[in-house]
């Protein structure tokens, strides 16, 4: 195997183990809930076939999912996530400029349009998710502020993560 699927396969391991064993027990004022495993979903190379990418968001969801004993939630938004990725990500990420991005992150990107990627998709990752697991738009003002203090936390978070565990990638 290539050293892009170890990475892939070791992101994967670290950020849903961090997610089960730590952050899963973590809520900030009951509104904010850490969900920094998403990252994995959101740094898959931008050469994923459109299925695969679908399936393993799905699959990245229910190991989640089982872990915590969920119905589904987090397999629901993670592929919601995956399909909204396939659709906006060039957009979001390269504003339409001719760059090729291998794996999305601060360092391959510019920074602005990372962090912007990584806010639109992390919204909508936890409105989905928010939204199903308080049934419905009943709770709007919870599910608002949930999705924005979750949204923040994670961006957060994941920059964190982007600047300790991603290489800035030199050109050659």
Not at 4 to 12: E, V
Not at 90 to 97: F, K
Not at 106 to 124: D, G, R
């Amino acid at each position: 195997m290539n050293r892009l699927i170890w990475r892939n396969i070791g992101r994967f391991l670290l950020l849903t183990l961090l997610q089960v064993l730590v952050l899963n027990h973590v809520y900030l004022g009951g509104y904010v809930m850490p969900m920094l495993y998403v990252l994995f979903i959101l740094m898959l190379p931008t050469n994923t076939p459109r299925l695969a990418m679908l399936l393993i968001a799905f699959a990245t969801g229910l190991v989640v999912d089982v872990s915590g004993n969920m119905l589904g939630f987090h397999a629901l938004a993670c592929t919601v996530v995956a399909m909204l990725r396939i659709l906006f990500a060039d957009r979001i990420l390269t504003r339409r400029e001719p760059i090729v991005v291998e794996t999305p992150s601060i360092h391959s990107v510019t920074p602005q349009y990372f962090i912007s990627y990584l806010v639109l998709l992390l919204a909508a990752f936890y409105l989905v998710f928010f939204t199903v697991e308080l049934f419905g738009f009943r709770s709007i003002g919870a599910v608002l502020t949930a999705t924005v203090g979750s949204t923040l936390a994670t961006t957060l978070l994941a920059v964190l993560y982007q600047f300790i565990f991603t290489k800035k990638e030199t050109t050659v």
